[in-house]
């Protein structure tokens, strides 16, 4: 331990002068500069074996496998995409959209040229981050946040070139109208769909019965085409007295979205009232019954909410958790690194601070595996990346961006 022996000798040496300077009690100096220099030595250890500690082995049902911790410098970081040159864009709430190299050092300089009406407004901000389909040939993000009008906020959607550290010719494609003041259930998921639309998840803002209004964005899906004009055959276009963005309704707030990989289809999660969170398939004009239908209460009271957990003329969830899992960040793993988990659908959780592992038959739930529990923090995103590893984001003051390994037996 040469570092160590080093160290040491300095401290002893300077110790040995101080005592050398001071007049009695010598014995007591001398015994309080022998406990700093203990403390000073164990403490520059212990930040040693920190940063040197990057990894945690964990087993799980299907596979070993080693958590990589590649940056623990993101402040509440909401989501990731990855660039065709190894690189990944990762989003902060606060508004920061910030380059990650592929070996995890963060690019202090933030990317600039975002929407001047972007705020961080409770539990709104920068959210997603998504790149179009054909970004090798256009070099176009896009980016849901939550924007201000006035005195109040709501969740928007916008697009620009990128270009080294700036977005160019930036244009808001949506606004969720109205706005309100409230802090919370922003949505902010965005997904393609391959077929030429994108979709944008938005929360009921707090406001439980805007879901229920075809003539408010609230508590909805709504599905554009890429440039952002309303598709002719969204499902109430023409319809008075309705939002023609509108695809789905009755939602609470979606912060998870996957194309399914073999339907096409949009699954989504979306978080309950104190249990009731949902897995759906979002299809055209259904209504997902918030807050007519579900399975969570009242918060506090524990109280009923609407008229129970099921209704004809409404769609009941694939899967629910009672209690609530607060689950955020969602992708089914199609990649060949862990071959265990192929077809299966990957959560993060918030409140247990875990990813869960699900597992369907068609459109019926069959298994559950939960991992990771406190290993990471309070997981906001998932995502599998081009190589097959499986990436999270922790929500967190000092967030960390880890990368799941297989390790072979």
């Known amino acids: 331990m040469p570092a160590f022996t080093s160290k040491l000798t300095g401290h002893r040496s300077r110790v040995r ?41 964990v087993n799980t049902e299907k596979h070993k496998l080693r958590v990589q911790i590649l940056t623990r410098e993101l402040e509440y970081p909401w989501s990731l995409a990855f660039l065709p040159d190894g690189r990944m864009l990762v989003t902060e709430r606060a508004g920061r959209l910030r380059y990650v190299m592929a070996n995890g050092v963060l690019d202090p300089k933030p990317i600039s040229g975002l929407p001047a009406a972007m705020v961080e407004a ?12 054909e970004f090798l040939h256009n070099r176009l993000v896009y980016i849901a946040y939550a924007g201000r009008e006035g005195s109040g906020v709501g969740t928007e959607l916008a697009r620009g070139q990128l270009k080294g550290h700036r977005l160019v010719n930036t244009e808001v494609l949506f606004r969720a109208l109205p706005k309100s003041r409230g802090g919370q259930h922003f949505g902010g998921r965005i997904v393609f769909d391959g077929r030429g639309h ?9 406001e439980r019965q805007r879901a229920q209004d075809l003539a408010d964005h609230a508590g909805s899906v709504i599905r554009l085409t890429q ?54 398939i979002i299809r055209a004009g259904v209504n997902y019954g918030w807050p007519i239908i579900t399975h969570g209460r009242n918060y506090g009271t524990g109280t009923r909410i609407g ?103």
């Open 227 to 280: 440039d952002g004009r309303v598709p002719k055959n969204n499902p109430f276009v023409g319809l008075p007295g309705t939002r023609p963005e509108i695809f789905s309704l009755g939602n609470r707030n979606v912060q998870g979205a996957a194309l399914h990989p073999e339907t096409g289809e949009l699954w989504t999660h979306e978080h309950g009232p104190q249990g009731g969170d949902e897995v759906n």
């Open 198 to 206: 994108v979709f944008l998840t938005l929360g009921d803002r707090g």
């Open 17 to 57: 002068k101080h005592r050398q300077g001071q007049k009695k009690p010598e014995s007591f100096r001398a015994s309080i500069a022998c406990v700093c220099l203990v403390l000073s030595v164990l403490s520059e250890l212990a930040g040693a074996n920190t940063n040197a500690d990057q990894s945690i082995l």
């Open 307 to 409: 008229e129970g957990t099921h209704r004809k003329d409404m769609a009941s969830p694939l899967h629910q958790w009672t209690p609530s899992i607060a689950p955020s960040g969602m992708a089914f793993y199609e990649g060949s690194r862990f071959a265990g988990w192929r077809g299966s659908l990957l959560v993060g959780a918030l409140k247990y601070q875990l990813l869960t592992r699900l597992e369907f038959d068609g459109e019926r739930w069959v298994h559950e595996e939960r991992m990771l529990a406190g290993v990471l923090g309070r997981i906001r995103d998932v995502r599998v990346g081009p190589n097959g590893f499986v990436y999270l984001l922790s929500d967190s003051p000092r967030g960390v961006l880890a990368r799941l390994e297989p390790v072979e037996d």
């Open 122 to 133: 409770g539990q709104g901000g920068l959210h997603d981050v998504a790149l179009h389909p």
